[in-house]
């Protein structure tokens, strides 16, 4: 009954912007730690952002000051603001929603979307 889905992916060349959303459905999130996970083929899930449910957010330190996640809790709704993106950032991006204190371990996060692509050329 829970539902996470994640829209906005694509493809993009290296400098460009995507904004990708996770519309919730099945309960409320305001009480959850929403938060974005990445994965590369070969590579672990790994975390991107992160929104507590206090409001504070906190985000890996190669997307500093280049992605900017949001919340629009009345829409249950969770963004991320990707701009200047690289080639590195290339990856399956999940929305996921755990209870409690947000955490970099995926394990902690009982919800998942199904993933939307993002793929940034040179």
């Known amino acids: 009954q829970v539902q996470l889905v994640e829209s906005g992916g694509g493809s993009v060349q290296a400098g460009g912007s995507l904004r990708l959303s996770c519309a919730a459905s099945?309960?409320?999130?305001?009480?959850?730690?929403m938060a974005w996970f990445r994965q590369a083929p070969g590579k672990e899930r790994e975390g991107v952002a992160y929104?507590?449910?206090?409001?504070?957010?906190s985000y890996r330190g190669s997307v500093k000051g280049r992605f900017t996640i949001t919340s629009d809790n009345a829409k249950n709704t969770l963004y991320l603001q990707m701009n200047s993106l690289k080639p590195e950032d290339t990856a399956m991006y999940y929305c996921?929603?755990?209870?409690?204190?947000?955490?970099?371990?995926?394990?902690?996060?009982?919800?998942w979307g199904q993933g939307t692509q993002v793929t940034v050329s040179s």
């Open positions: 996921a929603s755990g209870w409690g204190s947000c955490t970099t371990n995926s394990g902690a996060y009982n919800h």
């Open positions: 099945g309960y409320r999130y305001s009480r959850y730690c």
């Open positions: 929104y507590g449910s206090d409001g504070t957010s």
